[in-house]
């Protein structure tokens, strides 16, 4: 059992940064995979971007390719996503998830989820 908290979010204009944190509590949080994933009003949950257990291998979208970069911290059970050029189309609730297999883009393989934080980007 994984819990997730999620914090870092906030109200930006466009072109700033946040860098949202995600810390775990449980179990065994360095054998799992942990991505972002964020939802606009409206919209579909979509994938951000995903980190494998052993920080060696980095995916995103192609939406914040170049802007994003996820990272985590084994020791401390946290998770990042370092988010710069923000635009008001990352305007959406992050959401932190892990999951025990390698690595997937879709929603519906992450067994752990936090409860998310609010990204505002104003134009």
């Known amino acids: 059992q994984v819990q997730l908290v999620e914090s870092g979010g906030g109200l930006v204009q466009a072109g700033g940064s946040l860098r949202l944190s995600c810390a775990a509590s449980?179990?065994?949080?360095?054998?799992?995979?942990m991505g972002w994933f964020r939802q606009a009003p409206g919209k579909e949950r979509e994938f951000v971007a995903a980190i494998t257990w052993s920080g060696g291998s980095t995916y995103y979208a192609d939406s914040v390719k170049g802007r994003f970069t996820i990272s985590r911290d084994n020791a401390k059970k946290t998770v990042y996503l370092q988010m710069n050029s923000l635009k008001p189309e990352d305007t959406a609730v992050y959401y932190c998830?892990?999951?025990?297999?390698?690595?997937?883009?879709?929603?519906?393989?992450?067994?752990?989820w936090g409860q998310g934080t609010q990204v505002t980007v104003s134009s």
């Open positions: 449980g179990r065994a949080f360095s054998s799992y995979t």
């Open positions: 998830a892990a999951m025990s297999s390698w690595y997937s883009r879709r929603f519906t393989e992450y067994e752990y």
